[in-house]
């Protein structure tokens, strides 16, 4: 069985979630997701809309939507990496069990971008490191993981991490901070 195949069929059980597909604390952008989600299922989305619709919200589906399209963004972000590369580096923070390291790690990164970003100015990187640490001592990133993939099926468990290995083989390059690895070793090895 191909790997499409293997992902779609994993999650098979997992319904489309019709007109609520978002997270109730959603709000900007959430009535537009509503909207074009509506009617479209896993096997419907386009690289078009990996890039109009989830890049940059992926955070906002629920569990069940979450679930429900994760097949989809996971062969698209895997086959169509030329056109979905930045939302594919947000999948793989997705699939990626979160730790405070992670943070302050790439907030540290900030100081190594060209000086013209004015990111490492520290009137913009210090409000910035704040807000991000905030964030995450809110406990909300690790809830959101937890929440998705605790109660995964083995068979489920086994698709991702089969994913993230044949991400890991054709992209790994792009993620030169053992990202992939990462995801890997602190949650999907387990289904190995």
């Given amino acids: 069985m191909d790997l499409r195949a293997r992902l779609f069929d994993a999650f098979a059980s997992r319904p489309h979630q019709g007109t609520n597909p978002v997270r109730p604390d959603?709000?900007?952008?959430?009535?537009?997701?509503?909207?074009?989600?509506?009617?479209?299922?896993?096997?419907?989305?386009?690289?078009?809309?990996?890039?109009?619709?989830?890049?940059?919200?992926?955070?906002?589906?629920?569990?069940?939507?979450?679930?429900?399209?994760?097949?989809?963004?996971?062969?698209?972000?895997?086959?169509?990496?030329d056109k979905v590369s930045v939302f594919a580096s947000e999948l793989i923070g997705a699939l990626t069990k979160p730790d405070r390291n992670d943070v302050l790690a790439s907030l540290d990164r900030l100081d190594q971008l060209p000086p013209e970003l004015g990111l490492s100015d520290p009137a913009v990187a210090d409000p910035l490191r704040r807000q991000q640490l905030e964030w995450f001592d809110s406990g909300t990133p690790t809830a959101i993981f937890e929440e998705r993939f605790n109660d995964l099926s083995d068979p489920e468990g086994a698709a991702i991490l089969a994913f993230l290995e044949a991400f890991r083989d054709q992209h790994g390059a792009n993620f030169p901070f053992g990202e992939l690895d990462t995801a890997i070793d602190r949650h999907w090895a387990q289904f190995g």
């Fill in 26 to 81: 959603s709000e900007a952008g959430a009535d537009r997701m509503r909207d074009v989600l509506a009617s479209k299922t896993a096997s419907d989305i386009s690289p078009d809309d990996v890039n109009s619709v989830f890049e940059g919200n992926l955070w906002m589906l629920n569990r069940e939507a979450f679930l429900h399209y994760l097949p989809a963004l996971m062969d698209i972000a895997l086959d169509r990496y």
